[in-house]
């Protein structure tokens, strides 16, 4: 059983530091893992999407790679603002659905 | 393309009733999947439709939750006789694909909070 998590929790930073969100999963067996924020009490919004044969993806300030063999995602942001404060969530694609994580709170501190 | 709408976004009922969750995915997607979320928790898998197909249904989706998609555009999702436990956010999200891998980008919709008093 596919099982996706998050390190950590919840994360404040202040403003302009550059930062890394950790996701790993249990089965290296995925078809492509994507990147979502959400704000509170919304849905989620898609930040990136990678397919099991890249390693990495690249959005404006954001980047995220794929080691499949490991088991690993990372999320990095640079140059953080307090815009970016919401929750983070990675999930794997695994026949036919997305498995999520337990997602990681970013507060951006001005 | 006006993304994924749900509605309604906010409903509060009384335990045992039965209530209903309308899903419009993105037009030009086959596939269709409803989740659950709980405060603090990722989204949890319900189940999922390709066209009018119910391919996958979780073990969370008990007997009192039905979904449809009658002719492959909008879902409901019903959940009868209501309880406590029922409250969470209801997301739908769409995407296309084919088989079992998908390559494309699942998009959500804005949740339908459900709040079981």
């Known amino acids: 059983k596919q099982e996706v998590t998050q390190i950590p929790a919840a994360l404040s930073v202040p403003e302009g530091e550059n930062l890394v969100l950790n996701c790993s999963f249990t089965?290296?067996?995925?078809?492509?893992l994507q990147w979502f924020r959400q704000d509170p009490g919304k849905g989620l919004t898609s930040l990136l999407l990678i397919q099991s044969s890249q390693r990495e993806q690249t959005s404006g300030r954001l980047n995220a790679s794929l080691d499949k063999s490991s088991g690993r995602s990372t999320l990095y942001i640079a140059a953080s603002q307090p815009g970016d404060s919401a929750t983070y969530l990675c999930a794997v694609y695994d026949t036919g659905k997305l498995i999520f994580g337990q997602g990681t709170t970013l507060q951006v501190k001005p | 393309d006006t993304g994924v709408s749900q509605n309604p976004r906010h409903k509060i009922t009384k335990r045992g009733q039965n209530v209903t969750f309308r899903c419009d995915p993105i037009s030009e997607h086959n596939r269709l999947y409803w989740y659950r979320q709980t405060l603090g928790q990722g989204p949890e898998f319900l189940t999922y439709?390709?066209?009018?197909?119910?391919l996958e249904k979780s073990r969370l989706l008990s007997d009192r939750f039905s979904a449809e998609r009658p002719k492959g555009s909008f879902s409901t999702l019903e959940i009868q006789r209501t309880e406590q436990g029922d409250s969470a956010m209801y997301l739908c999200a769409s995407s296309w694909g084919t088989g079992t891998s998908s390559g494309n980008t699942i998009y959500f919709g804005e949740g339908s909070w459900l709040t079981v008093v």
């Open positions: 439709f390709q066209n009018e197909a119910q």
């Open positions: 089965d290296s067996a995925i078809y492509n």
